[in-house]
């Protein structure tokens, strides 16, 4: 089956810029998790979506990152007056938790440079 | 709070040489720990869940074990199919207990 969809897979944009990523979760997947990874990093938690619940902004590193998820599935992330940075890759990926302690299935990310 | 660290940084090894992976947790309470495989420029691609410690793990060439403060992922004989960068993540059972909690990485390259 599809698996997480992420676009665009690269995006080149001006430092002061607005972006928005986008993700297509896993069908049936009512979690739906961002991350960002900088080169040489791990995977740092940004902000995670279960169904109609309060969404765990905990992880966004100021207030020019937001993400909002429509009907429960696609969800976008959107970065304003980027800065260098943020420069990174954007992972979303997506959950069961209704099958329990499940893994998170990630997309290939969104490839961000900011020059 | 929550910590993954991750050793070694890169690990070079010639086509069937065996070796181990080291990931050492600390967390308020496991309520699982993973292995991911990530390929340059892919996501992460999900390999084994561990939840307590004694369990083991296995998929071909990997077999992943888990200790009270430590995880190893063992490859033998690796083959340079094999070469990609090993992730380690931990989920405890704290308020946030729906987030993973990633390390570093280990940087694999298997020589033919």
């Known amino acids: 089956g599809a698996g997480v969809s992420q676009s665009p897979s690269n995006k080149v944009t001006e430092k002061g810029k607005d972006v928005e990523l986008r993700c297509d979760p896993i069908s049936g997947h009512t979690a739906l998790y961002w991350y960002r990874q900088s080169l040489g990093q791990g995977l740092e938690f940004l902000i995670y979506f279960q169904g109609n619940s309060a969404p765990d902004k905990s992880g966004l590193p100021s207030d020019r990152f937001s993400a909002e998820r429509t009907g429960g599935s696609v969800s976008t992330l959107t970065i304003q007056r980027t800065q260098q940075e943020d420069s990174a890759v954007y992972l979303c990926?997506?959950?069961?938790?209704?099958?329990?302690?499940?893994?998170?299935?990630f997309g290939n990310g969104t490839r961000l440079t900011v020059t | 709070e929550d910590q993954v660290t991750q050793s070694p940084e890169a690990l070079r090894l010639q086509e069937g040489e065996s070796s181990s992976l080291n990931c050492s947790y600390t967390?308020?309470?496991?309520?699982?720990l993973f292995w991911y495989r990530q390929d340059p420029g892919k996501g992460p691609e999900f390999l084994f869940t561990l939840y307590s410690a004694g369990e083991e793990k296995e998929k071909e060439r990997l077999k992943a074990t888990l200790t009270k403060k430590e995880s190893f992922l063992h490859i033998t004989a690796p083959k340079p199919e094999d070469s990609a960068t090993y992730l380690c993540?931990?989920?405890?059972?704290?308020?946030?207990?729906?987030?993973?909690?990633f390390g570093s990485g280990t940087r694999l390259l298997v020589r033919p």
């Open positions: 993540a931990v989920r405890g059972i704290m308020d946030s207990s729906y987030k993973l909690i």
């Open positions: 967390v308020s309470g496991l309520r699982g």
């Open positions: 990926a997506s959950s069961s938790p209704g099958q329990g302690n499940s893994p998170l299935h």
